[in-house]
């Protein structure tokens, strides 16, 4: 892992001199765990690629001022889950004008599965998706992303306290629901 970080800090010095296949090299290397952390974010496809996107833009925009370059990887994170919350904001507040809830109370049921592992796996991930958007960044930054506790503080640009409460806030959630439907 050592590795791959002063790779990608050695990336971050060459397309802030201007070489473009540098900085592709350097947003293909994030593409991927960027994107399956936003789409736990937002929950779908096209807001999560949407999200991408401008996360790539001002990561393209601010790469410059970015001074030190082995921290690449939390400002990237940091960027993309500011723009997943704007996002998220303007999602509800959309929502909000056009609510049905009677429509949205009428969701259909996932279908049954009959193996334990795959059922315990799609419950975990509906769980996780019912966090609020605070605890469910921190709970996938410190445990899918494996961040450490002020890794995930430097991505959400919060107190460590407040990372604490929200990852303890999120396992007393996830544990209440998991002895519910387990």
């Not at 592709?24 to 937002?42: F, I, K, T």
């Not at 925009?61 to 919350?85: C, D, M, S």
């Not at 904001?89 to 049954?112: F, G, V």
């Not at 609020?132 to 996938?140: D, E, G, K, M, N």
Request: no cysteine.
């Amino acid at each position: 892992m050592k590795d791959s970080a002063q790779r990608e800090a050695f990336l971050v010095l060459r397309a802030q001199s201007g070489d473009r296949a540098a900085l592709d090299e350097l947003l293909a290397s994030v593409q991927e765990p960027l994107y399956r952390y936003l789409l736990s974010l937002v929950r779908e496809r096209h807001l999560a690629e949407d999200v991408l996107q401008e996360t790539f833009v001002r990561v393209y925009r601010k790469l410059g001022w970015l001074r030190e370059p082995e921290l690449f990887r939390p400002w990237a994170y940091r960027i993309a889950t500011r723009e997943a919350f704007r996002l998220l904001k303007r999602e509800r507040r959309w929502a909000e004008q056009l609510r049905d809830d009677d429509a949205l109370r009428e969701l259909p049921a996932p279908p049954p599965r009959e193996e334990f592992a795959p059922e315990l796996s799609a419950l975990l991930r509906e769980t996780v998706a019912a966090l609020s958007p605070a605890s469910r960044a921190v709970v996938l930054l410190y445990y899918l992303h494996e961040m450490s506790l002020e890794e995930t503080a430097a991505v959400l640009g919060v107190p460590l306290g407040t990372v604490k409460s929200r990852l303890a806030y999120g396992l007393a959630a996830l544990r209440r629901q998991l002895k519910r439907d387990v």
